[in-house]
């Protein structure tokens, strides 16, 4: 089945630029109809949604991220990544990346998720 | 943006007793409901969708109810396994897709 994996550094210093990249394995990032999305999740709290691109590189963004996130998709690598800039404290946060279907709204698979911290 | 509202916070059950999470949406997002599961380090594990189908694989013992703005999981005969924090979601707006602030289940 297919299995998503996050990665990117740990540490990040403020004001300068988050950058994740999700592995999916298992399937090809560009069969089927799947958005594929950026979850986060600050220690000891909820998640909000990050943003989703499709295959064909069409995205949508949280509006409260909008002005800071970037998603896009590398189909030969069968990846897809995230950049977020001028990050700080409050962006240190465990980053998943996720599976949804184009014609419902549910995450299923998860990636195990990575943490960020932001600090200098 | 839609609020998910979740109750309570903490909830403190026997095992083999029933859990009923609630969760409250601030505007009606139809049957556009799902559940999840999230264990102390791992990722969110989907339980339910559609308000009450359950995901491939989820035990029988979980289930979901309700429509609009008030949807309720029912966990009957708690399992050791069982005791997690638990998020719904809505995702009848994309703008954006919103998650609710958790119910920690706890032993009681």
């Known amino acids: 089945q297919v299995q998503l994996q996050e990665s990117g550094p740990g540490l990040v210093k403020p004001s300068q630029t988050l950058s994740l990249t999700c592995t999916v394995s298992?399937?090809?990032?560009?069969?089927?109809?799947?958005?594929w999305s950026w979850i986060r999740q600050p220690a000891g709290k909820g998640l909000e949604w990050i943003g989703r691109?499709?295959?064909?590189?069409?995205?949508n963004y949280n509006p409260s991220l909008k002005s800071r996130v970037t998603i896009s998709v590398d189909t030969s690598k069968n990846q897809f990544s995230l950049k977020l800039s001028s990050v700080t404290a409050a962006d240190t946060a465990v980053y998943y990346c996720?599976?949804?279907?184009?014609?419902?709204?549910?995450?299923?698979?998860w990636g195990q998720g990575t943490l960020v911290t932001v600090s200098s | 943006e839609i609020v998910m509202t979740q109750s309570p916070a903490t909830l403190s059950v026997s095992p083999g007793e029933r859990a009923t999470l609630s969760c409250r949406a601030s505007?009606?997002?139809?049957?556009?409901l799902a559940w999840y599961q999230q264990k102390p380090g791992q990722a969110p594990r989907l339980l339910i969708y559609?308000?009450?189908t359950r995901a491939t694989g989820i035990p029988a013992r979980f289930s979901g109810s309700g429509s609009g703005t008030e949807f309720t999981l029912t966990i009957s005969s708690l399992q050791s396994e069982d005791f997690a924090v638990y998020y719904c979601?809505?995702?009848?707006?994309?703008?954006?897709?919103?998650f609710g602030q958790g119910t920690k289940l706890e032993i009681k």
């Open positions: 979601q809505q995702y009848n707006n994309w703008q954006p897709y919103t």
């Open positions: 298992g399937g090809s990032i560009s069969s089927g109809s799947y958005y």
């Open positions: 559609g308000a009450s």
């Open positions: 996720a599976r949804m279907t184009t014609v419902t709204g549910w995450f299923d698979p």
């Open positions: 691109i499709y295959t064909s590189g069409s995205t």
């Open positions: 505007q009606s997002v139809s049957s556009n």
